[in-house]
């Protein structure tokens, strides 16, 4: 079966520009999660879909990021205009319920 | 803040050698994750530590949690370069729930 796919696998963009980026999950896994991670601060949460309860926004670090996931399956992390700060890799997982994450090869993006 | 502290943050070393890196925290957890990543990927889950003083053994990686489930060790015998990688420790508040990831330990293995 397949694993968590992530797309693209490389963005770069202009800073100032919007970015899409997405992830289809494991089939059936009902947990949704969103990292990212950069040289300076390692690996860190962002946002976490658990079936239809509303999502866990927590970790995100401003409001021009937001994430949406559609029909309880694939989800598109977005940034608006974005800054050279926001470059890093994101990281999606997708896990049952309850168990282990399972986590795609991410986006590296960077904003030149 | 890192709710987890990694050591050491960079390990270099020969092939069959062993290392230990280690995960450290003020805070006790209920359960610890340990992870591997290489470029290019993501993390994939080691093993999972949830009573305090236990030990695990996956192959030559050996896995303990201290006896106040406040820190943790990864040790690797014979080490190999099939082990180089970014090794991560992770909490989570609840399985199922968001992980907070400790800064990692990189590990490179010279043939």
């Known amino acids: 079966g397949a694993g968590v796919s992530q797309s693209p696998s490389n963005k770069v963009t202009e800073k100032g520009k919007d970015v899409e980026l997405r992830c289809d999950p494991i089939?059936?896994?009902?947990?949704l999660y969103w990292y990212r991670q950069s040289l300076g601060q390692g690996l860190e949460f962002l946002i976490y879909f658990q079936g239809n309860s509303a999502p866990d926004k927590s970790g995100l670090p401003s409001d021009r990021f937001s994430a949406e996931r559609t029909g309880g399956s694939v989800s598109t992390l977005t940034i608006q205009r974005t800054q050279q700060e926001d470059s890093a890799v994101y990281l999606c997982a997708s896990s049952p319920a309850v168990g282990e994450q399972y986590f795609g090869p991410g986006t590296r993006l960077t904003v030149t | 803040t890192q709710l987890l502290e990694q050591s050491p943050q960079f390990l270099s070393i020969q092939e069959g050698e062993n290392l230990t890196v280690y995960c450290n925290s003020s805070?006790?957890?209920?359960?610890l994750q340990w992870y591997r990543q290489e470029p290019g990927e993501g993390p994939v889950l080691l093993v999972t530590v949830v009573t305090g003083g236990e030990v695990k053994k996956l192959k030559r990686l050996t896995f303990q949690f201290g006896d106040a489930r406040k820190d943790s060790s990864l040790h690797i015998t014979a080490a190999q370069p099939g082990d180089t990688g970014l090794y991560l420790c992770a909490r989570s508040k609840a399985a199922g729930n968001k992980l907070t990831f400790g800064g990692g330990t990189r590990v490179l293995v010279k043939p």
């Open positions: 089939s059936g896994h009902t947990a």
């Open positions: 805070s006790v957890f209920s359960s």
